[in-house]
């Protein structure tokens, strides 16, 4: 199983990136995905997760109304829109697949991990 994040770099406060995760060596269409970041010094922090069918997104409130979590099962991807960017944001983002029932957002309930794709908000 491969998890690839891509799409990582540095933005002033105030602007956007997109992160893309792709998938392999899974059937991608029967794990939910999720989004976690990690500061310097920090705990990695859920941030989102969408269900497996693309229906369902949930997340932090932390960044609720400017993130947006998106799946795409024919090209075994997900991704994560982040708008209206905070220096707070900056971290290592990682997503990661679950196949726990619900809303999982402990690292735990995550069976595999990608390599973390780096975000450096400046103000």
């Known amino acids: 199983v491969q998890l690839q994040a891509s799409g990582g770099g540095l933005m002033q406060a105030g602007g956007s990136l997109s992160l893309s995760c792709a998938a392999s060596?899974?059937?991608?269409?029967?794990?939910?995905m999720g989004w976690f970041r990690q500061a310097s010094g920090k705990e990695r922090e859920w941030i989102s997760f969408?269900?497996?069918?693309?229906?369902?997104?949930f997340y932090a409130d932390s960044v609720k109304g400017r993130f947006t979590i998106t799946k795409d099962n024919a090209k075994n991807t997900v991704y994560l829109q982040m708008n209206s960017l905070k220096p707070e944001d900056t971290a290592i983002y990682y997503c990661?697949?679950?196949?726990?029932?619900?809303?999982?957002?402990?690292?735990?309930?995550?069976?595999?991990w990608g390599q973390g794709t780096e975000v450096t908000v400046s103000s």
């Open positions: 990661a697949a679950s196949l726990t029932v619900g809303v999982p957002t402990r690292t735990e309930d995550y069976g595999h």
């Open positions: 060596g899974l059937t991608f269409r029967m794990y939910g």
């Open positions: 969408i269900r497996r069918s693309g229906s369902g997104t």
